[in-house]
């Protein structure tokens, strides 16, 4: 016989030790992200460096490279110029989607994936 017990939330505890970001700006004279974290840590993060490891399917080339890290070769090494954020989207409470100025917008970027792109750690 089945029992109906409901589900407990998790306690506030457990979520407040997650990477959360606390602040978002999109400054595009300077052409970066900048991400204030919940651990006191703020990541620069260029546009056309982000744009360059956007971890879509398509980006990515093919369901087998997904769910790697960002290079960060490339989010360093990519000319920061050409591309620009028109638009930042909140997914959930888990990630941002990125509207680029040169139309993708299919880029799923997970707090975990944003911190990652951040070479200073
Ligand atoms: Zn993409």
Not at 23 to 41: F, K, M, P, Q, Y
Request: proline share 7%.
């Amino acid at each position: 016989m089945e029992q109906n017990i409901p589900r407990q939330p998790k306690p506030l505890q457990q979520q407040a030790v997650k990477l959360r970001p606390t602040a978002v700006t999109a400054d595009r004279n300077r052409r970066e992200l900048i991400i204030s974290w919940n651990d006191g840590h703020q990541s620069h993060l260029p546009f056309a460096g982000l744009r360059a490891v956007c971890p879509c399917v398509e980006c990515r080339g093919g369901h087998a490279h997904m769910g790697q890290p960002p290079d960060l070769d490339k989010v360093r090494a990519t000319l920061n110029e050409g591309v620009t954020l028109e638009k930042v989207e909140a997914m959930g409470s888990y990630a941002l989607q990125f509207v680029w100025s040169d139309g993708h917008y299919t880029g799923i970027y997970t707090w975990e994936y944003l911190r990652q792109a951040d070479s200073l750690g």
